[in-house]
């Protein structure tokens, strides 16, 4: 099974609007982070945003908020007021923690393109 | 600050041939790991480095291996190169192994294998 699922190949928005990219995940591990990386097309992969498992609170970071929904291991990321400097690929990826395991699993991305 | 760093930016090799792939983490961060981004995929994770010791390995052959050197930067070796070893390769450093650490990734190495 996969364990981190991006259902959403390519996204479409306009500039100054609002975008949801959809994640979700599967782990049986009770102690989790998840990750969302913007990647251009230079290829360097960018830090977002991070969310722990056990966190109450959805995370923020600017124009950036997570939307966490333990209960139906989804983690979509939410980009607000768009910008052109937006577009690129968005990874969202999972590193699990009973296990001891530290490498993070990458889900296979979304292309946002953002439209003037 | 500088950020991670990797050599070099671009490599051409021929099927057969060996390849060495150098990283230089964050001053101050313990912990190196190597994914392999094939085009139009996710990163894979090949290895783990924390303080000089393999800490994880991920799905790839024995062609693959790595060390962590004392001042914590990175080799990742490739034996033996095949088509199917083109792709991106990224490096990426934290503080340490724990689960929240954020992982910062350099600019990664592209490789093409002939």
């Known amino acids: 099974a996969q364990k981190i699922t991006q259902t959403q190949p390519g996204m479409f928005v306009q500039e100054k609007e609002a975008v949801t990219l959809d994640c979700t995940y599967d782990?049986?591990?009770?102690?989790?982070?998840l990750f969302w990386y913007k990647q251009p097309s230079s290829g360097e992969m960018i830090f977002l945003i991070y969310q722990g498992s056990y966190d109450e609170q959805n995370a923020t970071e600017g124009r950036y908020s997570l939307n966490f929904q333990k209960a139906r291991k989804s983690a979509n990321l939410v980009i607000s007021a768009s910008q052109l400097g937006d577009s690129a690929m968005y990874f969202c990826a999972m590193r699990e923690g009973d296990t001891g395991r530290r490498a993070l699993t990458f889900g296979s991305g979304t292309r946002l393109q953002v439209q003037p | 600050d500088a950020g991670v760093t990797q050599s070099p930016t671009h490599l051409i090799k021929t099927r057969g041939q060996q390849v060495t792939l150098r990283c230089s983490p964050i001053s101050g961060h313990k912990s190196v790991s190597w994914y392999q981004q094939v085009l139009g995929q996710g990163p894979q994770f090949i290895f783990q480095?924390?303080?000089?010791?393999?800490?994880g390995r991920g799905n790839f052959p024995d062609r693959f291996s790595a060390r962590q050197f004392p001042n914590y930067s990175s080799e990742l070796n490739v034996n033996a190169l095949l088509l199917g070893d083109s792709a991106l390769y990224l490096c990426?450093?934290?503080?340490?192994?724990?689960?929240?650490?954020?992982?910062?990734f350099g600019p990664g190495t592209r490789l093409t294998v002939l």
């Open positions: 782990t049986s591990d009770q102690s989790y982070g």
């Open positions: 990426a450093s934290s503080l340490a192994g724990r689960l929240y650490n954020e992982q910062f």
């Open positions: 480095y924390y303080e000089k010791e393999e800490r």
